[in-house]
T-cell receptor
Framework: NAGVTQTPKFQVLKTGQSMTLQCAQDMNHNSMYWYRQDPGMGLRLIYYSASEGTTDKGEVPNGYNVSRLNKREFSLRLESAAPSQTSVYFCASSRESSPYGYTFGSGTRLTVV | SQQGEEDPQALSIQEGENATMNCSYKTSINNLQWYRQNSGRGLVHLILIRSNEREKHSGRLRVTLDTSKKSSSLLITASRAADTASYFC??????????FGRGTSLIVHP
């Protein structure tokens, strides 16, 4: 009963480095999402994937790319990290019109120095 | 924007007391959800209320929705120290994707 699994849990990057955040869900959900959470800002949607094979931009997509590798996995890539991308990143999944809401992973705390 | 705004930003109560937090939003919605986030953890879904519903209960949680006032409230009865967390409302309109508010930080003192 893993739910949504994110890796890594913590990461420190230097400005300009790249990295990929991994997310996998085992609930057979169609939709997956990447959010960032900053103090006082709530959660902001970066990208989402309504179904396997599709991805769309959210509120704050600049500086990020995503890949929906298959139904289970949705990765977030930072090509050239910037200090403004220091944040906590959450992956979530849902049935498209689920009455049960989203299931969130435990987050990745990323610091860019 | 559909974004809900929670009020108050912070709430501090004693164990056993009731905690009430509110969410206001600007445009019509299809549903509104409440989530809890414990420190350093992901969000956990608590309850979803649809726009044609006025009240829902789940254990010690009671959620109301007043679409005429564009507001919702979350009541936690008989609070426990373990209820200490941040609580977020999330609204969904034409798109099924919810927009989250900034949260209410609840501290329950033992």
């Amino acid at each position: 009963n893993a739910g949504v699994t994110q890796t890594p849990k913590f990461q420190v990057l230097k400005t300009g480095q790249s990295m990929t955040l991994q997310c996998a869900q085992d609930m057979n959900h169609n939709s997956m999402y990447w959010y960032r959470q900053d103090p006082g800002m709530g959660l902001r949607l970066i990208y989402y994937s309504a179904s396997e094979g599709t991805t769309d931009k959210g509120e704050v997509p600049n500086g990020y790319n995503v890949s929906r590798l298959n139904k289970r996995e949705f990765s977030l890539r930072l090509e050239s990290a910037a200090p403004s991308q220091t944040s906590v990143y959450f992956c979530a999944s849902s049935r498209e019109s689920s009455p049960y809401g989203y299931t969130f992973g435990s987050g990745t705390r990323l610091t860019v120095v | 924007s559909q974004q809900g705004e929670e009020d108050p930003q912070a709430l501090s109560i004693q164990e056993g007391e009731n905690a009430t937090m509110n969410c206001s939003y600007k445009t019509s919605i299809n549903n509104l959800q409440w989530y809890r986030q414990n420190s350093g953890r992901g969000l956990v879904h608590l309850i979803l209320i649809r726009s044609n519903e006025r009240e829902k209960h789940s254990g010690r949680l009671r959620v109301t929705l007043d679409t005429s006032k564009k507001s919702s409230s979350l009541l936690i009865t008989a609070s426990r120290a373990a209820d200490t967390a941040s609580y977020f409302c999330a609204t969904s309109g034409g798109s099924y994707i919810p927009t989250f508010g900034r949260g209410t930080s609840l501290i329950v003192h033992p």
